[in-house]
């Protein structure tokens, strides 16, 4: 299985542990259409979407709808969802992008 060229993980820094089953949608560049959707896996990891896609420069949206994922988990949140719009330059290269959370804040970087 070929990795794709944008993957995400999400871990819950409540609990230190990955954030399984949030529903993460993937925004073409520059434009309100889908591209892709996943689901977190047991490791908080999206490394296969629902429809494979080539990478192109511009800027792309990661929506991560982490209120639902909080409510199953009993916890109350502040933010609904979480939306991370990041700009590919090199369609050639691979974006990897992480999301750290808790119920009243979150912290993103571009990993490897």
Do not use: C
Not at 105 to 110: A, D, V, W
Request: aromatic share 14%; hydrophobic share 35%; charged share 20%.
């Amino acid at each position: 299985m070929n990795k794709p060229p944008i993957t995400t993980h999400i871990l819950n820094l409540d609990t230190g542990k990955p954030a399984t089953g949030v529903w993460v949608t993937l925004y073409e560049p520059d434009s309100a259409a889908p591209l892709a959707t996943a689901k977190t896996d047991a490791d908080g990891r999206v490394t296969q979407w629902d429809n494979k896609f080539t990478l192109t420069s511009g800027f792309y949206r990661l929506h991560f709808a982490v209120g639902d994922w909080f409510a199953k988990q009993e916890k109350s949140s502040f933010y609904p969802e979480i939306v991370i719009s990041f700009h590919v330059v090199r369609a050639d290269e691979h974006y990897h992008v992480p999301l750290l959370l808790n119920a009243y804040g979150y912290s993103t970087y571009r990993g490897s």
